[in-house]
């Protein structure tokens, strides 16, 4: 609840803080993105084009996105494939049939609107005020203007408007809502029968000539993967940063020029009971909420002592009521308006009368003040030192990314050179193949791209330097095979054993399968126990670990025709013989659980009005790809080079 209750203009923070944290795509985007023809259209929305190069950026601007969400875990090929690239193509189409919608609609946003997304976004604050300095500051290092991130927030807030009088609109009747709770809730008890491969194996029996068989039938699979062993150095801003000494004068001056960055705005800490009247609450059942929280408030009033009782026996927020109501530290204009008013107006150890929110009804005591403070110098040297090396490595990086292809192209025999041209450090990488996982930190250098340019004639037989290449924001690498070696076939008596072991388990798998669809026949025309486990009770939302397959043949099964057996294959090759013994209807639901499930339940529903929607816009503005072949082929250019 202490996220629920901050402030509600946050749902546009995925895209602020997507701007903010990368370093700006475009940012020496005419540099690094190959000359497209004025005729490489590869979509259309109504009158507009969609060109393989801004499918090119935004594919660039989801591989940013995800880095900063997965860091260390982030691995571009996972990312980098046609279907990522088809998919992120439809979601262009959508974005621009969506633009094309509000512009014809004339949907605006208010300059309030805008400046309230921009200002409650945490990397522009200090202290939990927005900081205009900080604000100028992050755009300026990212290479963007503030007229230009205003005018992508403002899209982006265009579009969340337009949909939101869709998804708004969303209505899920209670006799609808009623069954999809009987449908989740409903039980079925069950007893089951597992017949698994391990106990057949005895029965399997797989000859000499059989495995050859299979060896020679399946050869393609028993190879060695084509790999190299390969240099490569790494032109990151990250790494010139490193070699940048900033000084201290310097870090001084930034330091006394920014005083209001420095600035820790006042904070508090508070507890709170919640008293909710439930969702789409009448007035009645509002007034009722608001009398017992002033029951809740005169216990408490009598009993100073008892709040921490009093939050577990009476509030309704499960995400403090198990910490005695704690909410933790925040600053102005963290919480919605009421609740902040309340707080601040407050001293420490004080607690206020009922207090209303679009929430409920408040009890707050206020249990810590950190008074307004300026931090030391000392205590943010280091953070300054960082921001003015990186600011100063993205300036030496744009300039140094032309010098650097120039270098590695025109000196292809060898990195070398431009190891100790750029004071770069000469990396190894051995096993690396076409498709395989690169080992260690080289995992998010050996992009797809990358391991294409690897594994072309002129790099693997001419062991020539590849051109650079970009492998996210601000980071180039040329790679220089050492060593190539071929496909080749794993001989039989290695894989002999793997082979056997894989057939045993197949064979195993059918004999148990064929024993399971006789005892089932069986059962069903002389029912019997023999073997089944104890019975228990599942449902779809306590399915106790039986496979999803079966659970879905056991529910679907009519209450009138129980009992009753159904088979069903395991996929970990286990036949399944269960027994249906008798249904139960759902449980009412409880007065805040269905309240809640028709919630999710509803935002699905509005989930789904809005891909109805957009893909009835898409329809009428004949939203439609072009050219399917050049969606993948700025990497089939590197592949040809």
Known sequence: ?????????????????FLIATPFVFFGAANYIPFMSSDSSIAKVGSERISQQDLEIAFRERLDQMSQMLGANFDARVFDTPQARAAILDSLLSDRALKQEAERSRVNVSARKLQDAIGSTA????????????????????????????????????????????SDSAVLPKTVADRLWQLQHEKRQIRQLALRPQDYLANVQISEDAVRADYEKNKARYMTPESVKAEYVVLRVEELASQITVPEGEIRAFYDHNPKRWGQAERRRASHILITAGSGASAPDKAQARKLAESVLAKLRSNPADFPRLVKEYSKDPGSASKGGDLGWFGRGMMVQPFE????????????????????????????VEAARIKPYEDVKEQIQGELRLQAAQKRFSEMAEQFSNFVYEQADALKPAADKFKLQLQVVDGLTRRGQPPGDAAGVFTPAVIDAVFVPDSIEKKRNTKAIEIGANALVSVRVLEHRPQAPIPLEVVKQDIKASLERAAAADLARK?????????????????FDAPRWIGRDDPQQLPAPALASVMRLSPANLPAFVGVEASDGDYLVVQVLSARPADPPPTTGGTEATQDWLRQLSSDDEQGYVRALRQRLGARVVRSDLITSAKDEDKSE
């Open 1 to 17: 609840m202490f996220d629920s209750i901050r402030s509600r203009h946050r749902y546009i923070m995925p895209v602020l803080l």
């Open 123 to 166: 990397a522009f604050q200090q202290g939990g005020q927005f900081d205009y300095t900080i604000y100028k500051t992050l755009l300026a290092a990212r290479g963007m203007t503030e007229d230009s991130f205003e005018s992508r927030v403002r899209e982006d807030l265009v579009r969340q408007t337009l949909l939101e009088g869709v």
């Open 341 to 368: 008013e309340a707080v601040f107006s407050m001293k420490d150890g004080e607690t206020s009368g009922v207090v209303e929110s679009d929430f409920g009804f408040h009890i707050i005591r206020v249990t810590g």
């Open 515 to 531: 024993a399971g669809q006789a005892r089932l026949a069986e059962l069903q025309k002389t029912p019997g126990d023999q073997g």
